[in-house]
């Protein structure tokens, strides 16, 4: 069990400091988010922001970023929730965070309107397609469907990336994006020989960022 723990500790060690490089975030959100968000979301507004922001709990979003929209007159977050299993309750989680900020901005003064929050949960564990995804799956569906509850009930979905070793998502953005995804996909890989064969394969990309990292050194 203490092996389990630890190498989900590394894993969120990884995830923040990939995914706390800017430009990192800002390829992966350009390569994935859905159409609809890209067109409105400008990149080149994106700002880190302080976990202290969401709340000194320790249950604590992973990384938190904010941009701007429709001609930078309103603000959007962007919120990153990481896990590398399937963890019921993490739009629980989530739907915590979103209520922090909100209640922190309407004490900010003369505020008219609160930010949109895009809640993003990318998931690397086993079996994607079992993990919630959205807040309305805590409740009894049959029980929405038959008293037409629906409309008495908080609710939001994640954009939901699954990125186990068993998804067919494929691997977008430049190659650092890739290289990063890659290390995820094959992190809960148990066969040291698929292990070593996924490596293989993306020998050529890890050669390359090797360069650009040498070129990097001697020509700046």
Known sequence: MPCL??????MVIFFKQT????DITRNFLQSYLP???????????????????VGKSSYYSDLLFKSKIENKKYGVYLLF??????DKWSVMQIFNYLARIWMREKRTKGIKNLSFIIPILFYHGENGGLVI???SEYFDQNMIEN???????PDFETVFYDF???????LLGDRRVRLTLKFFKISKIKDITVVYQEIISFLPVIFLLAQLVLIGIFFN
Do not use: M, W
């Not at 968000?37 to 922001?53: C, K, M, Q, T």
């Not at 186990?164 to 494929?170: A, P």
């Open 133 to 135: 995804k959205s807040f």
């Open 19 to 22: 995914f706390g490089r800017l």
């Open 5 to 10: 723990k630890n190498q989900i500790h590394l």
């Open 164 to 170: 186990s070793n068993d998804s067919n998502l494929k």
């Open 35 to 53: 159409q609809n968000l890209r067109e409105f979301v400008d990149f080149s507004e994106l700002d880190h922001r302080p976990i202290s922001y």
């Open 81 to 86: 929730e990481h896990k590398s299993y399937n």
């Open 147 to 153: 008293y037409d509850l629906n409309k008495y009930l």
